[in-house]
């Protein structure tokens, strides 16, 4: 009987150090309590090509993202805790990666957005870069690999900037 109340107690102290802390995670994002709001300004794209799609999607995708796995609410002031703003600097699909009987076997598209965090509360900016390259047949023009790599494109260009923001990644 001494054993079961011992284990009870030293879980129940465990759990009260575990909570007592002024920074929780919640579904793998890390955000300090007193930090409620967040505005999320839509990611424009400055790159010398333009996907018409791609600012859209991202934008939406981050959006959902942060709603989803956060406990922050979103909203449009200018005086949010976090206002999160960017801007996709590169969509370059120039290079060649992959080369067979000297032909090209494989292109690879770049993709770099350029985020800027204000943390209100803290009076604080941080600026990053998220960059990721996507493979796609030499035998495909850019428009037919936009159709097929741009769900992958949205999904881990938002993973990078959340894990940035919310991972200390």
Known sequence: MNSIKSRIVVCLL????????????????????????IKIGFIENKARYVNPQVSQKLTDKLQ???????KLTRTNSDDAHYVLNGQITNYDPSQTVGVSAQ????????????MTL????????????????????????LQQAESGLLDEIVRSITD??????????
């Open 160 to 169: 990078d900037i959340f894990n940035r923001i919310f991972s200390n990644w």
């Open 103 to 114: 032909q090209p076997t494989t292109n690879r598209l770049t993709v770099t957005v350029h």
């Open 64 to 70: 959902q993202k942060i709603v989803g796995s956060t």
């Open 14 to 37: 465990l759990l009260f150090l575990m909570s007592g802390c002024g920074v929780y995670s919640f579904k793998d994002a890390t955000i300090p309590a007193n930090v409620k709001t």
């Open 118 to 141: 204000r943390k209100t509360l803290e009076n604080t900016t941080e600026e990053f870069d998220v960059s990721r390259s996507f493979d796609y047949s030499a035998n495909l023009t």
